[in-house]
């Protein structure tokens, strides 16, 4: 529950005061009540402790009145077999609930924070180098020759966003995302585009990682070639299990995949250096290319781009902050400064391995894999580097359901998302944003067959658009905090930042824009747009929900009646406006506002029949019972069998000679409720339950018609009593029979 | 409402009586109501005449004072644009709604009822000759010569069934379905058995008559070839929609396709005489035939089987006695002998002029096709053929649509069936039974792409078994009447029908159970299973809905309690063996038995919440707000507004670590029944409706939930207390913003 504001809360006491002049003393309702008034309501959380690892909580034990939690069984409720098998398949796949004391998130030591932040951008190195090649490679030999000036440029790139987000790190020390980064100094608007590219991101993070993963298994065992597909959307199933389970803690799952990878890297650059050696660095034979598309200044650009993606991913860090041991900040620039240095060595070292040793992109194997052949033929070595890479891209998809749930988290927390993301599951994970990532991306994933290329247009506009929106909210950040002392240097390194960042931006936007870079510049617009409705449909909502402190006092007018018993005169005619709404009986916060008229609609006269008008009688209301016959002597009929049971209560009949059963009902209840808009109708529904689903079939559906219409009216409330039906089970037999 | 008993009408008494007791006098409960007691409530049916066409029925215009119908459109509640488009959708197809008195069924002379309900009988001279020569041509001209022995085999059983039925119309003047000569005559099962082989036969006729009224027109124009799946479909889509209309009584659009496709038949057949005339009745000139088969014993059986395909739709007029003019039984006995003759010279003519003419039965084009090329060429006759072949077919399968929805209301009145095959719509049709018979035959249609042939042998299975044991409960019944001048010669009579018949069953059923006839029998004995299941649930069902005498006097004990406000002690040690259905509190008939208890369930404190406090504390009964808190600090900080609120109710607080809203308040509301099972516990959830359905995803759905999670609790009571949200329209602005 949001906390309420100043006006709230005096709302909320004028209203109370209303109470005082029409309800029962406190100490009256207390004495009503079986529930003994001396229990201490909020005994500590250890006492609700779950026995063995149910997830129902029991209810508070008074004086031993009350039985204990229930046996796991018996406290679920209603125990079908089907639900006891759910949460059994529920509880083995992802553990037992957590205890919210666990949110304490452990801090990370450097060591550690280094593979868990750093696995999403280190991996893209196994990606990266490979996708500017093949680009480049469609220029033929004199194409290939740029690689090394391209990767230079993203080299430089990469420097420059890292010296960024060192800034960044030092004025965010609570995490730093381009989200708060960009919404908190460049406005809501530019916020939600940085959301936007970076909702995609991740989606794309998870494709694009779980293709290249799959291609490095691939890759080693041709053999799996044709399951790709299923592969991917396996590990994607793997991955929600796990993160819906929480594995964010487990920073040695990280480690060791990451460290190897990077120890994978070192070798293949090592064992190509000394292939090359073999040669006396002779350059490489000139094997034959067929040159598809001329050497352009386009070309290049989009090699550029391209290359580019290996930038993804390093947002991480800025974003975790908090998660570091003391002095937090200090802790996450070291590594921060380690991971890129890092990263721009292995970058660099592939490049240039491939360079040396001639080896082009190729669509049976990756160019890693083509790397690790060369040095290393088909022994241990070559698995290790294979096997180490797919571990650390799939990895790497796991950064990305770290943040994607966070991101939408704190959208929804600016009510620019559906509140369920805000909801955190019985095991500490935002589930929904888990759940929502995984489908999306395992869609986009299966419909691009795993085929990563053809994705990555779509990954570098988010990315950049998202570097670009935070690097300049950077900038506006220095600028209105000129009294920091090194706010001059930070704010040239975020500008350079911001603008290498915006120039790849746009060369990714205007060279990809055909090939799907248009696909991500709409959804980052339909994803603005939809986050703002949102955010309106909100504030509306919030204004009708929340407590209006006139409200309390307008409402404090004593009440017209003369008997509560009796609805005040009509008074349709007034405030025809808001009665085109029909909404004044849902306005009253005290029961002196509240008049009441309690109707039960019957069709037959059996024993859920009788039990609704018992019912109805005994909460002391007016009440009138409401037949509809299809002809007069059925009515008649039904008339006599009321004399019979001795007339008790007012009877109406509404003869319906097309024999509908619900329009009739939501008709006389409607322009009764138009009649008198301030009476509370409450409609009392005797409605058949079964056991078993199928059996609902054989009886009609007119009270689950019947409250599904009635749903709509104001100032209307439906009361379904259910009636149970014990007819299947034969060790049931019928109460009385 | 089905009549009471006198049992039930003894407990409804008993049941009065216990309320004299313990309600407030009948009096008192009139003068609390806001409704004019004074008003007849049983206006004469022509006073609820609708206006315009609009389905609804006006609510009781009493002393002017509740405004009269709404017109059409603001009485249609809730007004959604959706609803309104769906509702004219309907009434442009289906017409306005029909009174009951509508009901009154024209009665049909002589000429009029021949075409109207023969026309499935004579349309299977369409086809059932072409079914029998298609068999024997596969053991070549051999087995050609013996079309004229099976045919006059076929004739023999058309007359002796054809006499059966005019004993079973004598006998059963009110009408003499096969369900219900079987059923009274033979017992429940094989009554079931004769209703199951009519609902197959049924779907059959659908399916095979449309079939091959799409053969005759792509036989006329080979070009729709093609489309003869989609053309079957969309007739089947219009008599559905015709059949929902009511066209019934049109017997006008009857009686001229039959006229004509028996002109048809008999141009066909002086057409063929003339031809074969010219020849000097000369046998035809041998074509060669390639014999796929020896000719064989089962052969020539198998062929008699296919042609007694011929006699659907016999029972028509046997079904429909009640729908002649006076003397009905006498007239009806003149058509059925009229119908037969009509039906033994078409299916004799038809055999005659093939072998004359030599005609054979080709894939491409029908043998009526084929006999009216030869005679007529391609001019108007042979499209005058054609035609009127093609519209008796599609109207054979109307009948179809007459009797099958009877049938199930028939099984349904004996409570084998579900209910709501009782329904009549508004348009006095037996809306269920029609779409499901739409719904399978099309289905069946589709799957057998109208490739006619394939399915008769589901067909003869179906249609003979309910021939045999009509005929056979006919036997019976003449041994019961021996009183009967006639019941000798007529019991001979319906003896030879039946064994007929049941000769044409086995002979169907052995000859073609591997091509298909299995399928009818393990369908007949799957649907003999589920209805036999079904009587026995409505059964048990039955007897815990209906009034016991019984429990009216034994619940007349006078309540233990001191103050009808606080519940009794606990109760939960006795009675175990009722108590583990947990039912105790859904017996009570009267108000003096219900002891209530009122809980709501808050989450936070807002309008909605503080509504539902409201209400609850209105209606009087002993209440407790009860909420669910994630952590101490949470439910702390809830219990000090509520301390600013006022503390006027008692609330209780559950602390659940693990952040599940739905569970802990089941299990609450779960526990504390068991604690008091006859306590009727009332929650009471307060439930944000939106207007559009998708900003339901902008809300949590704990209301949803909650309310299905306590639906299959006993003794619970949910109320659903709607808030309805103005966001979207800007025509309604919030009411006070």
Known sequence: MPALDKDQLAALREVGRAWDRTSASPRAWRQALPIDPSLGAYPPARDFQPEGFTRLVSAPVRDGQLPAIETRRSAEVPPTSAARFGQSVRRALLGPPLDASAIAMERMRKLVALPVLSADALSSVAYAPEALLTVLVLAGLPGLSYSVPVGAVVIFLMLSVGLSYRQTIRAYPQGGGSYIVASQNLGRVLGLAAAAGLLIDYVMTVAVSIASGVAAITSALPSLKAG??????????VLLAGNLRGVRQAGAVFAAPTYAFIGAIAALVIGGLVHAAGRGFQPPPVRHLTASEGLSVLLVLRAFASGSTAMTGMEAISNA??????????NARTTLTCMITLLIAMFAGVLAIAKLTGVVPEASQTVLSQLAHLSFGDGPLYIYIQGSTAAVLLLAANTAYNDFPRVLYLMARDRMAPRSFLEIGDRLTFRNGIVLLSVVSALIYAAFAGYTNALLPLYAVGVFLAFTLSQTGMVVHWRRHRDDPHWRRSLALNGTGAVMSGIVFIVAGITKFFSGAWVAIVLIVVIIVVALRIRRYYDRAGAQLALRPEQGRTATSPPELASPR????????????RSADGLEAETAEDPGQITNLTIVPLT??????????????????????????????EANRFSGYWQTWGDHLPLEVVVSPHRAKVAPLVNYIWTLHRQWPDVTLTVIVPEIVTRRWWHQILHDRVARRLRHALRGLPGVVVTSMPFHLVTTTDRHPPPRA
Chains 1, 2 share one sequence.
């Open 228 to 237: 790709t597909t299923w592969i991917g959307v396996g590990v994607i199933v």
């Open 566 to 577: 009796v609805p005040p005169a009509r008074r349709g005619d007034r405030g025809d406006e």
């Open 604 to 633: 037959v006269l059996d024993q859920p029949s009788m039990r609704a008008l018992a019912y109805a009688a005994a909460l002391g209301q007016p009440v009138f019972a409401l037949h509809v016959s299809p002809t007069t002597n």
């Open 321 to 330: 902050v908090p998660a570091f041991k003391p002095t937090e900040w200090r």
